[in-house]
C-alpha cells in the first residue's frame, strides 16, 4: 500500500476510430491518462526512473524480464521486456497465449520544461498496441508525471474484449508502477 501522500490518478476514454460492420476488422483505440505524485524533486524521481533497482522492482512480479537504460546527452531510451505471471481470462489467452509478454520502449527528452518520454508498449504476437507521452514536471516539493495514451487492438469479432482487458492491465500495470516509485523514493531518500 503506498503512502498516504501517493497520489495516482487514471482516468480512461473509449472513443473507437473505426465503426464496426460485417466481415471488416474493428479497430478499437481507447485514450487514457494517469497522473502521478511523487514527493521528490525532479532529478530524484528522473534518476529512479533510470536506476537498475528500480527497473528490477517493476519486472519483480514478472517473468524472464530484460531491461536496458542507454543514456545520451539529452535524454534516455529505456527497453523492458517481462512477461506478466497473472492468469489470463479465456479471451485473453485467445489473443495472446497463457501470458501477456510486453515489450516498452521509452525514449525520454530533457528540455528546460522537464522531462518529456514517447512510450510505446506492444504485445508481441498479438494486434494491440499502446502509444503514450509521459511529461515529468517539477511542481513545488514533489514531481508530477502525466501520461496520456491511446490504447489500440485490432481483432475481428473480440475487439471490445480485448480493449477491455488491456485497459485493466494498463490501469494495474501504472498503478503498480507508482507504488514501487513510492516505494522506492521511501528507500533512497
Not at 500500500?1 to 471488416?24: E, I, L, R, W, Y
Not at 479471451?91 to 520544461?113: F, P, R, Y
Request: with cysteine; charged share 15%; glycine share 4%.
Amino acid at each position: 500500500m503506498p503512502p498516504n501522500n501517493a497520489h495516482f490518478v487514471v482516468g480512461v476514454q473509449c472513443q473507437p476510430t473505426d465503426c464496426p460492420s460485417v466481415g471488416k476488422d474493428r479497430q478499437v483505440a481507447t485514450d487514457f491518462s494517469s497522473t502521478m505524485r511523487f514527493p521528490a524533486n525532479l532529478a530524484t524521481v528522473w534518476a529512479m526512473l533510470r536506476s537498475e533497482s528500480y527497473l528490477q522492482a517493476k519486472c519483480a512480479d514478472s517473468s524472464d524480464p530484460t531491461y536496458s537504460v542507454i543514456d545520451q546527452p539529452q535524454g534516455c531510451t529505456i527497453t523492458v521486456q517481462r512477461t506478466l505471471t497473472e492468469d489470463l481470462p479465456a479471451i485473453a489467452k485467445n489473443l495472446v497465449g497463457d501470458h501477456v509478454t510486453l515489450l516498452e520502449v521509452q525514449s525520454w527528452a530533457t528540455d528546460i520544461n522537464g522531462i518529456t518520454g514517447d512510450f510505446t508498449i506492444c504485445v508481441p504476437n498479438a494486434p494491440i498496441t499502446v502509444t503514450a507521452v509521459a511529461q515529468l514536471r517539477a511542481e513545488e516539493d514533489s514531481c508530477v508525471m502525466n501520461i496520456t495514451g491511446t490504447i489500440s487492438v485490432a481483432v475481428p469479432l473480440f475487439s471490445g474484449i480485448a480493449e477491455s482487458f488491456m485497459r485493466e492491465q494498463m490501469t494495474e500495470v501504472l498503478a503498480r508502477e507508482h507504488a514501487i516509485g513510492m516505494t522506492w523514493l521511501a528507500e533512497h531518500s
